[in-house]
T-cell receptor, first 115, second 116 residues
Framework: AQSVSQHNHHVILSEAASLELGCNYS??????LFWYVQYPGQHLQLLLK??????LVKGIKGFEAEFIKSKFSFNLRKPSVQWSDTAEYFC?????????????FGAGTRLAVHP | DGGITQSPKYLFRKEGQNVTLSCEQN?????MYWYRQDPGQGLRLIYY???????QKGDIAEGYSVSREKKESFPLTVTSAQKNPTAFYLC???????????????FGSGTQLSVL
């Protein structure tokens, strides 16, 4: 079965530090990859997505992610975090089976940014 | 405003009781989903529906049931067979492309279910 692994469950950073959150998936076929973010008290929302083309994807709020097919990875990065980036981040992969698409999520990474 | 509405925000279930969580969307989306969110486990798919009157089991469907009689509505029933129902339940929807790329999901604000 397809799965998504996020390596860090909790990350604590100071403002201006660089961020990289790991995400690996297990699926040999064509994939669509996503990062979702859940800010405290808010809905889950899409941060960025990869469908095809340039493997370096830029999202909102200065985030980017790089799809490395050979490593089955889609790590999320931001050069300089802010206190407002404190949130939970979920990596997700589209699984296509039985004629249907469904989104498989990783366990999430809680990021706390201290001023 | 377009969006997804989940109700209630908090729900308590007694032993042996079935409870139903509501999810309504006015985005004209074909696809709807129910996820369960547990600390440290992320979101796990319970059921999903690509069109009206059709739905599929997700990864953890046991103890749950759904219906999709209307495009706008996708209620989830947590039955007494679900032995560990305490969790945060999220409903989502997306434009259905029936087999092409996965689409962006829009999420509701969630329902916290607890067992008394």
């Amino acid at each position: 079965a397809q799965s998504v692994s996020q390596h860090n469950h909790h990350v604590i950073l100071s403002e201006a530090a660089s961020l990289e959150l790991g995400c690996n998936y297990s699926y040999g076929g064509t994939v669509n990859l996503f990062w979702y973010v859940q800010y405290p008290g808010q809905h889950l929302q899409l941060l960025l997505k990869y469908f095809s083309g340039d493997p370096l994807v830029k999202g909102i709020k200065g985030f980017e992610a790089e799809f490395i097919k050979s490593k089955f990875s889609f790590n999320l990065r931001k050069p300089s975090v802010q206190w407002s980036d404190t949130a939970e981040y979920f990596c997700a992969v589209t699984s296509f089976s039985g004629g249907y698409n469904k989104l498989i999520f990783g366990a999430g990474t809680r990021l706390a940014v201290h001023p | 405003d377009g969006g997804i509405t989940q109700s209630p925000k908090y729900l308590f279930r007694k032993e042996g009781q079935n409870v139903t969580l509501s999810c309504e969307q006015n985005l004209n989306h074909d696809a709807m989903y129910w996820y369960r969110q547990d600390p440290g486990q992320g979101l796990r798919l319970i059921y999903y529906s690509q069109i009206v009157n059709d739905f599929q089991k997700g990864d953890i469907a046991e103890g749950y049931s759904v219906s999709r009689e209307k495009k706008e509505s996708f209620p989830l029933t947590v039955t007494s067979a679900q032995k560990n129902p305490t969790a945060f339940y999220l409903c989502a929807s997306s434009m259905s492309l029936g087999g092409s790329s996965g689409e962006k999901l829009f999420f509701g604000s969630g329902t916290q279910l607890s067992v008394l």
